[in-house]
């Protein structure tokens, strides 16, 4: 038998699911949706649930085989010192959501919806100046399942796409590809520019005031990878001086983002609070299930993470 905890904010619904799955060899142990001060997290053998608070009783879980993570952001367990478990992210469940975000956005913007509402504010029947997607470039900062999913999305609006990435370069939507070495390149001439990077040392405080510099005034940059990617002081310089047309961030280096932060008050910044695509019980359940299947089996893991890397 297993001893498996669940520790989430949701953690009801997963349980519901839990128990309608009737998995094997499984003996639920706690389900709670906060940490419980005195439950003994020794006797867990498998986690599952919400980063923020799964680190917190990390170190007590000293016989831990296996953490399935809720979310895909998982710093907080980077952070620990403590890597003699297997780590499992979530993926391949976020690609609907993160395109009807992205191109939410794109279309406000070509389409120039604002305009459109203040002309019929006004009584106006002229129109504003408004453009399309078709043609215009888009550079998409991390080509993952979530990048191949907006890349593919992109080319149905016939965009010209770029792709930023250390390692993967198999999407057959991306026109070209750019590395870490020229970046320069990447980001010249971008009409919108889509950062989709994990949190790393590689990736932090990569959009600083010289990455910046190099996209054209009229770019709008949409921001629902890390908050961490951006040097918040340099965005802020580039939104109030008008070198970047606007900026949609979906994340933040500090959630919730105080309400003392400058971002609140550029008018050409769009906030989001970081709902682009949240995790879904119904959507994370499955791949617990899939890993539970395989690990009672001894089979490799889905989606394992890697420690020395950061994602």
């Not at 008018?267 to 617990?288: C, G, M, R, V, W």
């Amino acid at each position: 038998m297993h001893n498996v905890a669940i520790l989430s904010r949701d953690s009801a619904h997963y349980q519901t699911l839990l128990n309608a799955a009737q998995l094997p060899q499984l003996t639920l142990v706690l389900v709670d949706n906060k940490v419980a001060e005195t439950f003994d997290y020794a006797q867990v053998d498998i986690l599952f649930g919400d980063p923020d608070l799964t680190v917190q009783v990390l170190k007590q879980c000293t016989h831990l085989k296996w953490l399935q993570s809720t979310w895909a952001g998982n710093a907080a367990l980077f952070a620990v010192d403590k890597n003699n478990y297997q780590l499992c992210g979530v993926k391949g469940v976020f690609q609907q959501a993160m395109q009807e975000y992205v191109f939410a956005y794109l279309l406000y913007f070509s389409r120039n919806l604002s305009g459109f509402n203040q002309a019929q504010k006004n009584t106006r029947w002229a129109p504003p100046k408004y453009q399309t997607l078709a043609g215009k470039t888009l550079g998409i900062m991390g080509v993952g399942n979530i990048g191949k999913a907006i890349a593919k999305m992109a080319k149905h609006f016939s965009m010209q796409t770029r792709g930023y990435t250390r390692s993967s370069q198999d999407c057959e939507f991306i026109d070209r590809y750019f590395s870490y070495d020229n970046v320069q390149a990447f980001a010249a001439d971008l009409d919108y520019l889509v950062c989709l990077l994990p949190q790393s040392s590689e990736t932090s405080g990569l959009i600083d005031q010289q990455f910046l510099s190099y996209l054209p005034l009229r770019c709008v940059l949409i921001n629902a990878g890390r908050g961490s990617t951006i040097v918040d002081s340099a965005l802020i310089d580039a939104l109030q001086n008008k070198t970047l047309h606007a900026a949609v961030l979906d994340v933040f280096l500090e959630e919730p983002l105080p309400n003392t932060h400058p971002y609140w008050r550029l008018d050409n910044l769009y906030i989001t609070q970081h709902t682009a695509a949240e995790s879904k019980p119904e959507d994370i359940f499955p791949l617990f299930r899939e890993n539970y299947h395989r690990f009672i089996n001894g089979k490799a893991l889905q989606h394992v993470l890697d420690f020395n890397r950061g994602y």
